[in-house]
C-alpha cells in the first residue's frame, strides 16, 4: 500500500476549553498522511480510549506532563493495525497499542510507545485499552501502592468507571471489604451484583453522606480516589488510624476553571489519623507493568476480572463522547470505534 | 515533707471554648494534694509547656487522643521537681520531665510518662521542654519522615516557632536549602540571621505569595507543614515531582470552630505532582527517639542547635498566655514558669 495515497483525519487542538469541551476546540481536518520513515510505523487508528485524563491535557493548568499546544493533534492512546512498517518487531497486519493520538492514522517511531498485542489475543482486542491495559495496569499499581490487607474496608470512587471498577475487583480479590461510590441506583447495582463489590454509596442520592456513613461502619483503611471534591472530602472524615489515600485521579475537578480547578478538601483528619496521602501516575511505574499484566491476565483466566466498556460509534463522535466522562452517561471503559481491522 | 501539708492549684476544664479560649473556660481552683500510693511519684511543676496541641485537647473534634473531659484537670507536658517517691529510679530532688497537666502538684505513675532529666543536664533545664525535648523529637522525627536530600528546598511553615525552627536547622545540617515561613520582619530576620535558614517569606505581608516564589526558585520538595490553610495552599502549588509534605500541626485551623476546624487545601498537584502527604504525631515513634536524642544533643554541642524561648512568669498566666500560641506573641518555645525547684 502506497501511503500517499492515504488521507488522514485528525482532531487539532484550537482552543482551551473552559468549562466542558465545545464545540470548535476540536477541529477535525484532513491531511496527507506522511512518509513512513526509518525506525517508523503507519498505524490505523481502530479504537480510540477516553479518558479524563484527555479533558486535562486540552487545559494548560499545572499537570504531569506537557499539555497539548495549540494547533496539535490532540493526544490519546487507542489500538490500531500496523500499515506499513519501517520498524523491528513490527509487522503489517499486527495489532498494536500506544499513543495513536486522535487521528485515522499515526506515523510515528518508539515516542509513541506502541507495543504488539499478544497474538493470539486473550481477551477481545479492545480489553487491552482497558482492563487488560492502562485502566487495568492503573488499577493494579494503586490497589499496591495502597498497601490493601485482608478485612481493610476500601472505599472506590467511581466505581462503575474503567479504573475504579477494576481496582475494586483487585482489592475484593485480596481479601478486602470493597466499598463503591457509583452515580444513580444502575451503577451502583452493577458494581455489587455484577462486579462483586460488598457495598454501595449512590452520590447523586440526597442522602449519600449517610449511606457512606452506613457503608463503613468500621471506618476506611483505604480511600483508591478518582473524583476528588465534595465526595472525598466526606470519605476522609471517615479515615482509620494510618489510613492509605491513593489519589488516582480527580475528575470532579478538571472541568473547573482558573484557580479553583483542583478542588479543596479538609485534611486536618490525614493529620489526626497519620494517615498517608500518595498521588502517582501509572506512567512512573513500568518497572510493575509485567506483574501487574500477569495478575490481571490470571484474574481475568479466573472469570473473576469483570469489565464492561461503552463503544461509541465513529470518529466523528469522538470529541462529544468526551463529556460522558463527566457526566457518567457510560458504563465501564468509554471506547470510540474508529475502523475495522483488514 | 508531708503531703497532706499541701495545697494543690490545677485548672480544670469547665468548658469547650469556641474560637480562642476564653476567662471561664478553664477554672483555677484550689484541692487537696492525694497521697503518694505505691509506684507514684509527687511532682512540684516548675515549668509548663503551651503547644498548639493544648488547644486541640480543649476541643471534642475528632482528634488523635482523647479530649479532656469537662471537669478534667488540663492535660499538659511540664518539667518538675520529685517531692516524694514510692517509684523506684524517681530520688526526691530529682528533676523530670512528663505529664504534669496543669497544675502545681501530681501525684502520678507511669502512666504520666514521666522520665528523669540528664544529671548533671547538658543544657538548661527548659531546654527539655524544648530543642531536646518534645518539640525537638518532633522536628527531628518529621524531618527523618520527609526523606531530605541534600540541596532539596524545605519550607518550614511557622518557622520562628518551637518545632519549625528546630526543624529548619536539622535540614540545613543535613545539607538542604530551607526557606521559613514566618510571621512579621523580625521573625523572619531571627530564621535567617539566627537560626541559619537560606530564606525567608513573610506571611503577614502584602505580597506574601510572591515572596514565596522568589523564595523557592527551584520548586519546593519538602513542606515541613505546621500551619495549614491558606499558607500551606500556596506552598502547594510549589510542589516538585515526588515532593513530601509532612503534616506535623495545623495550627491555623485549631481555633475554628465547627466542621471547617480543619481547613481546605487544594490537593491537585499532590496527584500531579506525584507528591506523598503524611500526617504523624510524635507518641507514635518511640523507637526513634534515642536516635534524635542523640543526634539533638550533639547538634548542641557543636553549637548548631538554637533555640529561643519565652517564658511567661507565674502560673496563673498559663490560659492566658495560649492565644500566644495563635497571634505570634513569642519566640520560639512558649513556656510558663510556676516554681523554682528546691
Known amino acids: 500500500m502506497s501511503t500517499t495515497a492515504l488521507t ?3 482532531y487539532r487542538l484550537r482552543s482551551r476549553p473552559v468549562g466542558a469541551p465545545a464545540e470548535g476546540d476540536l477541529e477535525l481536518v484532513s491531511e496527507p498522511v506522511p512518509e513512513v520513515a526509518d525506525g517508523q510505523i503507519l498505524v490505523r ?3 480510540l480510549s477516553l479518558d479524563p485524563t484527555n479533558r486535562l491535557w486540552m487545559s494548560d493548568m499545572r499537570q504531569y506532563s506537557p499539555p497539548v499546544e495549540l494547533g496539535e493533534v490532540m493526544r490519546g492512546i487507542g489500538i490500531g493495525q500496523v500499515v506499513e512498517s519501517r520498524r523491528e518487531g513490527f509487522e503489517p497486519g499486527a495489532l498494536v497499542s500506544g ?3 486522535w487521528q485515522e492514522y499515526c506515523v510515528a517511531g518508539p515516542e509513541a510507545g506502541f507495543f504488539p498485542l499478544p497474538d493470539p489475543l486473550q481477551a477481545p482486542a479492545t480489553a487491552y485499552l482497558g482492563a487488560l491495559g492502562h485502566t487495568g495496569l492503573t488499577a493494579y499499581v494503586g490497589v499496591e501502592m495502597a498497601e490493601v490487607r485482608e478485612g481493610d474496608t476500601v472505599v472506590v470512587s467511581a466505581a462503575s468507571g474503567a479504573v475504579g471498577s477494576i481496582a475494586g475487583q483487585i482489592a475484593k480479590d485480596q481479601g ?4 463503591g461510590i457509583a452515580g444513580g441506583p444502575e451503577n451502583c447495582r452493577h458494581v455489587v451484583e455484577d462486579l462483586g463489590f460488598d457495598a454501595w454509596v449512590d452520590r447523586t442520592a440526597a442522602d449519600w453522606r449517610e449511606q457512606l456513613v452506613a457503608a463503613t461502619p468500621k471506618g476506611v ?5 478518582n473524583v476528588g471534591g465534595e465526595v472525598m472530602d466526606q470519605v476522609l472524615m471517615r479515615l482509620n488510624f494510618r489510613a492509605r489515600i ?3 485521579g480527580m475528575i470532579s475537578q478538571y472541568d473547573a476553571a482558573g484557580s479553583d480547578w483542583q478542588g479543596q478538601v479538609h485534611i486536618g483528619q490525614i493529620l489526626m489519623q497519620r494517615a498517608t496521602m500518595r498521588g502517582f501516575i501509572i506512567t512512573d511505574h513500568a518497572d510493575r507493568f509485567l506483574d501487574a499484566m500477569t495478575y490481571l491476565g490470571e484474574m481475568y483466566g479466573r472469570g473473576k476480572l469483570r469489565y464492561e466498556e461503552t463503544i461509541v460509534q465513529g470518529f466523528e463522535q469522538a470529541p462529544g463522547a468526551l463529556r460522558r466522562l463527566f457526566t457518567g452517561e457510560k458504563t465501564g471503559k468509554l ?8
Not at 478486602?176 to 466499598?179: F, I, P, Q
Not at 483503611?221 to 480516589?225: A, S, T
Open 99 to 101: 499513543y495513536t493520538q
Open 246 to 248: 491513593i489519589l488516582c
Open 335 to 342: 471506547l470510540v470505534h474508529v475502523a475495522d481491522p483488514s
Open 45 to 47: 487508528t481502530l479504537y
Open 221 to 225: 483503611d483505604v480511600d483508591f480516589e
Open 176 to 179: 478486602a471489604y470493597v466499598v
Open 8 to 10: 488522514n483525519r485528525a
